[in-house]
């Protein structure tokens, strides 16, 4: 994975796009499926070898960094899955964080190329910031009437779509349905899952079926998880030793089914102490140098700044903030293609902002709306370090 060993961003890191992220991951997987993709295949995953597989599942553990897993495995956890077979280390997309990982999972395309960049979105031709996955706006309400076309407007590039035959998204509860899912990839089939065990039984009702296929299957627990406790908090480990257990179970029931299992995840997550968390809406004149509320994530905050404000909004980050953040110009940011490769969105520069304040270990942000309480994580991603960047893959021949 990149180390940036200079500039404003020195001991930073940025995914391996070349032939080492999640991107390259899916480029194989979709080629091996008969699909096109622009990007070069990961390293060491030839698609020819993994073409030989009748199924190819992809089993995203959200929020499972390499350094959680090392942790767990070396108190002797994980015996039943994740220390029972090898895995590698391959990195996730920046920024680190669920909306540009997932959408990546879902579609093959980069961030620069899907340009769905964070959990809080700039929707600037629409006015407004958004939770773009359930598809609302900050204060709650639809991001827009049901008539809208999010499908046309979002314009997500789907190299999914190319691949023939059975393709399967089974996810978590109301997300295969979800407005924000319909959006994307032409799924020939959308599955659901409330549990584990249900997630197990839905996997297997898809590999039954006839032909040749490939599933991305999702489990967004074990990161809620890490929010709300942390993530070396006993809760969290007792959720991560049931996932072990499930993995284990399905790797059971897939014997014999000729299916390529991959287990992997999204970004991994950091602890930020409570008196490392900010709030930037206590910063003074903060909020009054912006042109909108922030976007972005808790680790990588990304701020449109009002053009007769920007001296002012540099000279309050440096005073105030600069202990917690290295402010970075978002131009800096996409002329080093952190947001990944390929033909970048129409939207891309105008989501990516003026400027990103990217936390210092151990920091976090969120920017309270006026007239609403604080609200704070234990645990927190969206940043460069490996912590966030790194992931585990595993592959189990089934």
Not at 189 to 196: E, P
Not at 217 to 224: G, L, N, R, T
Not at 322 to 346: I, Q, S, Y
Not at 380 to 393: F, K, N, Q
């Amino acid at each position: 994975m990149p180390y940036i060993t200079k500039g404003l961003l020195k001991d930073f890191y940025l995914p391996d796009y070349a032939d080492g992220s999640t991107v390259n991951l899916l480029a194989s997987i979709i080629r091996s499926r008969g699909g096109k993709s622009p990007h070069k295949n990961l390293k060491g995953l030839d698609p020819r070898r993994l073409r030989e597989a009748r199924n190819v599942i992809y089993l995203v553990v959200d929020g499972l960094g390499v350094s959680q897993l090392e942790r767990f495995l070396s108190m002797g956890k994980g015996k039943q899955f994740f220390a029972k077979h090898p895995w590698t280390t391959i990195s996730s997309v920046f920024p680190a964080t669920t909306a540009a990982a997932v959408t990546t999972f879902a579609t093959g395309a980069s961030p620069a190329e899907h340009a769905v960049l964070s959990w809080y979105l700039n929707l600037h031709d629409l006015g407004v910031v958004t939770m773009i996955l359930p598809a609302i706006t900050r204060t709650g309400s639809p991001l827009a009437r049901e008539e809208f076309d999010l499908h046309a407007y979002l314009d997500l590039p789907s190299y999914i779509d190319s691949v023939k035959g059975r393709r399967g998204l089974i996810s978590y509860e109301d997300i295969p349905q979800s407005r924000y899912s319909r959006a994307g990839t032409r799924w020939t089939d959308r599955m659901a899952a409330r549990t584990l065990q249900g997630l197990e039984r839905q996997i297997m009702a898809f590999v039954r079926k006839r032909g040749r296929k490939m599933a991305y299957a999702y489990w967004p627990e074990y990161d809620s998880n890490c929010h709300e406790h942390g993530v070396t908090h006993r809760k969290t480990d007792r959720h991560l030793r049931q996932i072990d257990e499930s993995l284990a179970r399905l790797v059971r029931k897939l014997q014999g089914t000729d299916t390529r299992l991959f287990v992997l995840a999204d970004h991994g997550l950091i602890d930020a102490p409570a008196a490392q968390r900010i709030d930037l809406g206590a910063v003074p004149g903060f909020y009054g140098c912006l042109a909108t509320i922030t976007s972005g994530d808790a680790r990588s905050v990304s701020c449109f700044v009002r053009p007769g404000r920007v001296k002012a909004f540099k000279e309050i980050v440096n005073r105030k903030l600069g202990h917690a953040c290295v402010c970075t110009p978002g131009e800096v940011l996409l002329a080093m293609n952190a947001f990944g490769p390929g033909k970048p969105h129409k939207a891309l520069a105008n989501r990516a902002g003026d400027f990103f304040l990217m936390a210092r270990p151990g920091y976090a942000f969120t920017a309270t709306l006026p007239g609403w309480e604080p609200r704070f994580h234990v645990a927190y991603h969206g940043g460069m370090s490996a912590d966030e960047v790194l992931v585990p893959l595993y592959s189990v021949q089934c």
